[in-house]
């Protein structure tokens, strides 16, 4: 069973970076896709970012374009996602999970099959 382990979350001043981590174990990421979702307890799931299994497609939601970019590193089984210019709204809890597919509007709507327990991102002054 695939197993989801994220990292990376910390407080950062807006404009600053990040870079969470999504390591997996118990499978290899070859034949699935990875997505990132944020959630906030007792908000609506938001879909972030997600890289095929090939990692030759990636889509990013609207709010993160040119910000953020998702990659994978198929020798540690782990897959990235470099977060630049963060703003406040950024604020939450992220999430790496498993996907057949990588689209937008899958990971959109999906927590996915398999997910972490997520890591936490807090920007502020």
Known sequence: QLQLVESGGGLVQPGGSLRLSCEASGSTLDYVAIGWFRQAPGK?????????????????ADSVKGRFTIS???AKNTVYLQMNNLNPEDTTDYYCASYGVC??????????????RGTQVTVSS
Do not use: L
């Open 72 to 74: 994978k590193d198929n």
């Open 103 to 116: 689209g937008w509007s899958v990971i959109n709507q999906s927590p996915g099959t398999y997910w972490g």
């Open 44 to 60: 609506e799931h938001e879909g972030v970012s997600c890289i095929s299994s090939s990692g030759a497609r990636t889509e990013y």
